[in-house]
Each structure stands twice: as C-alpha cells, then as structure tokens.
C-alpha cells in the first residue's frame, strides 16, 4: 500500500488510524474492517486525507472516500454509478449519475467478497482511462 503525504507532518494513513482510534465505537470498526478489505483487494491502493479529514482511497483517481456520522459510516464511490453491483451493496446516493454509497448502519456486515469485486472494478475503471458513465436510477 502506498502512502501520500498529509499536513502537519502526519501521513494519510496516520491520520485515518488517529480517526478510527478517535470513534472509539462501532464507527470506528466498521470503517477499520472496511479500510482492511480496500487494502486486501487493491494492495497499492493510496490513502488520502482530503476535505477537511475525510478518508479517501485512490487508485489512479478516486475509488471511495470514508465518512462517519452519528449513525452510519457511508463509503462513496466516486464512479459508483458505473460499477456493476450484482448483490446490491450500494444503498444510498442512488439517484446521482456518477456516485453511488454504501450506508453502514451499527451491527450490519457488508458481503467482504462482493465488497472488495466493488474495489476492484473501481480500480478497473479508473486504470482504464475510462469516464463514468452516467447511469440513472432506476
């Protein structure tokens, strides 16, 4: 996995440990356990701290950005929408063309294989040079 630099002398990678440590609940394993499946499918994926502290994993262009509220952890693919997502993980930002998320709620597991086929066609289409294609919801 590869690393890019952050501010304040801190690596990416750095500052998402510091912020699943800071969570300190569900939030924070959740967006642990999902942070180790990206890494386990795309090992040369880069980590980004982006936004303000937002959690981004790239792979020539964004693959997700990983966010905690109150009540979920939302991973958002930035050309989701252009992704085949046969199991249906995507469950919210469905009505955009080009994004599509996955909402984690407390107790709820994500299907690790259909996970990390996301990851990959992600980083597929990214290394292709190809754009999103815009997809209405249907």
């Not at 020539?60 to 952890?73: F, L, N, P, Q, W």
């Not at 690790?112 to 294609?133: E, P, Q």
Request: overall charge neutral.
């Amino acid at each position: 996995m590869k690393k890019s630099d952050s501010t304040e002398g801190q690596s990416a990678s750095e500052l998402i440990d510091k912020r699943i440590a800071e969570l300190g609940d569900w939030r924070g394993e959740a967006l642990s356990r999902m942070r180790k499946l990206i890494q386990e499918a795309d090992p040369d994926v880069v980590e980004e701290w982006k936004w303000m502290g937002t959690p981004v994993w790239s792979h020539d262009g964004i693959i997700c950005t990983g966010e905690s509220y109150k009540a979920t952890v939302k991973l958002t693919f930035a050309k989701g929408a252009s992704l085949k997502d046969p199991v249906q993980l995507f469950n919210a930002s469905l009505d955009g063309n080009t994004r599509r998320a996955i909402d984690l709620h407390e107790g709820e597991e994500v299907d690790a294989g259909a996970f990390k086929a996301l990851i990959l066609a992600a980083v597929a289409l990214n290394t292709s040079g190809g754009k999103a294609r815009p997809r209405r919801a249907k």
